[in-house]
């Protein structure tokens, strides 16, 4: 026999920072998808969905001289989130569970793009929301799904102690 494992401390989850009530005046606080350049689009957003938008530039771009998928899955994951929090109640705060990109086609560089999320039910734990990630002329790029976590600040009812 190897030696003991010794035994890890569990910790609690960490849990997302409760979100401000007002989707917009969220967004201007700021956040990753502001430090990668997009914004979302305040005339194209409401309750249970969002837009955001930006222009490519050259920190944007792959080895390939194209859109780096990390980006197209960022602002997708932004405007899909952006639209569940927009359907969140007093006391909830959610978090991506899953997120699953397809790339349809590539963009480059001076391209605008628009990602467009909303949300397709929500449940009381659960949201399910899919996202489409367009050019200027119309063409998407990339679609997404993906599923966000919602806490509210209800005290959870007890685990029952496992046998041993």
């Known amino acids: 026999m190897g030696p003991a494992v010794p035994r ?28 990668v350049g997009f914004r979302i689009d305040e005339a194209h ?3 249970g969905s969002c837009t955001v938008t930006g222009r490519v530039e050259p ?5 390939n001289e194209v859109v780096h998928g990390g980006v197209y899955a960022t602002i997708l994951d932004t405007a899909m989130g952006a639209a569940v929090v927009s359907l969140l ?7 991506t569970t899953s997120l699953y990109v397809e790339f349809l ?5 001076g ?5 467009r999320g909303e949300v397709l039910r929500r449940g009381r734990h659960i949201a399910f929301a899919e996202g489409n990630l367009f050019d200027a002329g119309g ?10 976590y919602i806490w509210s600040e209800e005290p959870a009812a007890p685990r029952p102690r496992r046998r041993r």
């Open 8 to 35: 890890r401390e569990l910790l609690p989850e960490p849990r997302p920072v409760r979100p401000l009530p007002d989707l917009l005046r969220a967004a201007r606080r700021g956040g990753f998808h502001t430090e």
């Open 45 to 47: 957003s409401g309750r």
């Open 59 to 63: 920190r944007h771009l792959n080895i």
């Open 89 to 95: 109640g007093e006391g909830e705060t959610t978090a």
């Open 105 to 109: 086609r590539a963009a480059r560089e």
């Open 111 to 115: 391209d605008v793009l628009s990602a």
């Open 139 to 148: 063409r998407r790029l990339s679609q997404a799904r993906g599923t966000w």
